[in-house]
């Protein structure tokens, strides 16, 4: 890396030692980034910036809060009342995680409609995923610090979901509580890994950003970069594109921090955990409901947790499921319809997720459950069989339409 | 790079302000939410609450002391005996580290309140209970490095360079005091 | 670019879905509460301008004081939280000084000193097991939150507070239990606080139930979002940075992206 493109001495200096300015100059202004993303690749970058708003004001709530049973509702309290501009840092730590996640599912969902799992980007893509495990497990453990009384019922129903396993379960539950309940000892060490994980979840976005930066973003045309034609550099045309994105999403967080602050959450949470008393409904927070909805729908006790956990499982296995080579939906035209069921079907397993389980609901939520599977287990794999897929452009900056008109997924492989 | 087209030449400056002004006022939206970061550091309004204390006096008997904890530090409140107050007034400032006449630092003549922190290195001085060793000046003695201090805890002898802090109060009425 | 059309076509997709996300969390969020509907009342707190009426406030921490406070506690207010309300130091040190508080003095016991404008509120009982044998076995909540912890938390309390009505005949009230129609099952162990001038208001006021249940309620509303008025305050002038941010930086991107789009 030449050394003479920075004019400032002491960034020169700095530079020649430790090259974090050529990095960022690289990354930045010379990624080549594909001319036609839209407002759908604005997610990641807001992803990341939730991320960064989750770590920082958690990093500050940490100093106020108290992990001990005694204390713990209180401290949250005392930051609430007392804290200067407590109430704020945490109202953002409150809903940024519920904002975290309907980004992140806007994030999966583009990706799927985009076709962004498919080779080369599969690592990407299980990365990915990763990160919305590791995200699952530390929203549920922060939603036990509180200690309201969701926090605590949440905690007792999820973690006794691994006394489905046979033989290890009832010890593993144990083991998880460090008692014979939910207690002090869960509560110290939910605090401590909600505090770690995040960090672990940062390590992981950074190789998710490295193999992205190694093939460069999919397009919504699904086609491969055929020139500098097709791309324009990261910075100054994303990064504007992405601080645009960002003021809309900051929009619709503050309205919900300044004027709906507890719309997302439940009144029962600013109720002091009590283990004598279970609450009316208990209900885990949206973000979670669709995977609640999948264990209430199997009316067996390990089978709901196996298919609670298959149903991300099958998203790490996704870019082997799907044999089509045509990335894009726009191309796909009976795909694109089952992406709209699939995306109305996980709508729909989040509200059966909220309701009671009886009557109307379950049977519902066994057909949405199925479809679901159906979905990723014998759609993906058998679509391309049957489908006929429209051609596909020549490059992105000619949008010339390519090969015969009739020219099916298999053909546009082979003509690669 | 595109460039701009020549004819939009004019428009150049236009379109510079308003980007800069755009990255302008996205970093002072940045740097206006750094501030809640760092004030909630700053003492709670409930610590704040307790940055004044009450002391009721009634029942300090001439020749005796208490210790009230004010903002987590101990203060030391002592009903001195006619002679105390006397050494403490009739003592020359030339022989002082660090001179203070004694009506500087009280607001009653009878009542010296302390804050009770050695001004050396944070030790908490010997005096307050009658058996206590109360150096060679008769006031308090700090037993971590041995500093003296007299009855209206100025400093006399031993490495602390300043005399003991008198904390701001005021008599509330003849018997009680608001420290803080 | 061919983009254009399909930009658009994406921007009402993007538009929609979080349309309708927001709708469908509303529903979610409002499926799993209560049956009963109440009454919806117009509180000056509501709305994204509301601010908290004070007159009523402070009636209501009269009603708190004098009817509620003998059950209910409210033990993350402090003395000192009431200069929020309209109190100023010494009127808050006069309110606080009528209750005692336990300490330990110099000598180990525990004694009673008057409480200070730092201290919490005093709660009825000593402890939640106290408040239970006390109430036949109905633990009275502590009300610092009681608004935040209710779904529709003030126009339950208003309703609560006010849906004490005779029993239909051929329903049984066991002892210690009371009818109340917007109770989850009727039957509740408080019995009704409030009475045509059950406390004399200093401003004039005429105490009636409703009047005094409104007034509790905003004292209630209060206590359990004192940050209400400044959230919403700074609030408004976050949402007109944002609006003026994203303004800028629309008009900044299309300026950014015109000899792309050009091309």
């Not at chain 1, 993303?37 to 940490?62: C, E």
């Not at chain 2, 308090?140 to 109060?169: M, Q």
């Not at chain 3, 209910?72 to 207010?77: A, D, I, K, W």
Request: charged fraction near 15%.
């Amino acid at each position: 890396m030449s050394n003479t493109k920075f004019k400032n001495p002491v960034v020169k200096w700095i530079d020649h030692r430790l090259p974090v300015f050529s990095f960022m100059d690289h990354e930045l202004n010379h990624y080549p980034t594909p001319k036609n993303l839209n407002y759908f690749w604005n997610f990641g970058s807001l992803a990341g910036f939730a991320l960064v708003t989750m770590i920082v004001t958690g990093i500050v709530l940490s100093m106020n809060y108290t992990a001990h049973v005694d204390y713990a509702f209180d401290s949250v309290e005392r930051i609430m009342r007392d804290v200067n501009h407590g109430w704020l840092i945490r109202y953002i730590h409150m809903n940024g995680a519920s904002f975290f996640f309907i980004v992140v599912y806007i994030h999966i969902f583009r990706g799927l409609y985009y076709g962004s799992y498919k080779a080369p980007r599969e690592l990407l893509w299980i990365l990915g995923v990763l990160i919305l495990l590791l995200m699952m497990a530390t929203a549920f453990m922060g939603y036990v610090l509180p200690w309201g009384q969701m926090s605590f019922w949440g905690a007792t129903v999820i973690t006794n979901l691994f006394s489905a396993l046979p033989l290890v379960g009832e010890s593993i539950v144990t083991w998880l509580w460090g008692g014979f309940s939910v207690d002090n000892s869960t509560l110290n060490r939910f605090f401590s890994l909600h505090f770690v994980l995040p960090f672990v979840i940062v390590g992981v976005v950074i190789l998710h950003l490295v193999a992205l930066h190694r093939f460069g973003s999919n397009n919504p045309i699904g086609i491969d970069i055929k020139g500098t034609q097709d791309t324009v550099p990261f910075s100054p045309y994303y990064t504007i594109k992405d601080l645009f994105g960002l003021s809309v999403f900051l929009s619709f967080f503050a309205a919900a921090v300044f004027f709906f602050p507890n719309f997302m959450g439940h009144p029962d949470n600013y109720i002091e955990a009590n283990p004598m008393v279970t609450p009316a409904h208990i209900v885990p927070e949206w973000y979670f409901l669709p995977f609640y909805a999948i264990l209430r729908a199997i009316p067996d006790k390990l089978g709901g947790v196996l298919f609670m956990f298959g149903a991300i499982a099958v998203l790490f296995v996704l870019p082997w499921l799907d044999r089509s080579s045509v990335r894009s939906s726009q191309f796909r035209p009976v795909y694109k319809i089952f992406f709209w069921i699939l995306l109305l079907d996980c709508i729909l397993l989040g509200y059966l997720g909220a309701m009671p389980a009886e009557g109307i609901y379950v049977i519902l939520s066994r057909v949405a459950t199925a479809y679901y599977f159906f979905h990723f287990l014998i759609l993906f794999p058998l679509l391309p069989y049957i489908e006929k897929t429209k051609p596909l452009p020549i490059s992105i900056s000619e949008p010339i339409l390519g090969g015969g008109s009739t020219a099916s997924a298999f053909a546009m492989r082979e003509k690669k | 790079m595109p460039k701009n087209s020549k004819s939009k030449k004019n428009n150049d400056g236009k379109r510079d302000f308003l980007i800069i002004s755009t990255y302008a006022m996205a970093g002072i939206g940045a740097a206006s939410v750094a501030w809640p970061l760092i004030d909630q550091m700053n003492p709670a309004a409930d610590t704040l609450a307790l940055a004044s204390t009450e002391v009721d006096l009634s029942s300090l008997e001439e020749g005796q002391s208490i210790t009230v904890t004010w903002r987590g530090k101990p203060v030391f409140v002592r009903h001195r005996t006619p002679e105390e107050i006397k050494l403490a007034k009739e003592v020359s400032l030339d022989e002082m580290r660090h001179p203070e006449t004694d009506e500087e630092r009280v607001s009653n003549e009878k009542f010296i309140v302390l804050v009770g922190v050695c001004t050396h290195l944070g030790c908490v001085p010997l005096g307050q209970k009658s058996g206590d060793v109360k150096g060679q000046y008769g006031g308090w003695f700090c037993p971590c490095h041995g500093s003296h201090y007299d009855h209206s805890g100025r400093i006399r002898k031993g490495p602390a360079p300043t005399n003991l802090e008198v904390p701001s109060y005021k008599f509330l009425s003849d018997n009680i005091i608001k420290i803080g | 670019m061919t983009n254009a059309s399909s930009n658009f076509f994406y921007n009402n997709i993007l538009n929609f879905f979080l349309i309708f996300l927001i709708i469908l969390l509303s529903k979610v969020s409002f499926a799993a509460g209560e049956k009963i509907s109440y009454p919806q009342l117009n509180w000056s707190f509501s709305g994204i301008f509301g601010t908290f009426d004070r007159a009523s406030q402070q009636r209501g921490l009269q009603v708190y004081k004098e009817v509620c406070s003998g059950c209910h506690g409210m033990r993350l207010l402090a003395y000192r939280n009431l200069k929020a309300i309209g109190y100023n130091e010494d009127e808050i040190k006069a309110f606080a000084s009528e209750n005692s508080v336990n300490t330990i003095n110099d000598d180990g016991e525990v004694v009673e000193r008057s409480a200070r404008p730092s201290d919490k509120f005093v709660s009825p009982y000593p402890n939640d097991k106290a408040a239970r044998a006390a109430n036949g076995g109905a633990y009275p909540p502590d009300l610092s939150l009681i608004v935040k912890a209710r779904p529709d938390g003030a126009n339950y309390l208003h309703a609560l507070l006010t849906g004490y009505i005779d029993a239909p005949t051929d329903q049984k009230i066991p002892d210690g239990m009371y009818y109340n129609k917007y109770y989850a099952g009727n039957l509740i162990g408080m019995p009704q606080p409030l009475y045509e001038d059950g406390v004399e208001y200093a401003d004039g006021t005429k105490a009636t139930p409703e009047q005094m249940a409104k007034d509790v309620t905003a004292f209630l509303a209060w206590a359990s979002e004192p940050e209400m008025e400044d959230r919403k305050r700074l609030g408004v002038s976050v949402m007109l940075f944002l609006l003026l941010l994203t303004a800028l930086s629309y008009f900044a991107m299309k300026q950014i992206w015109a000899p792309i789009k050009e091309q």
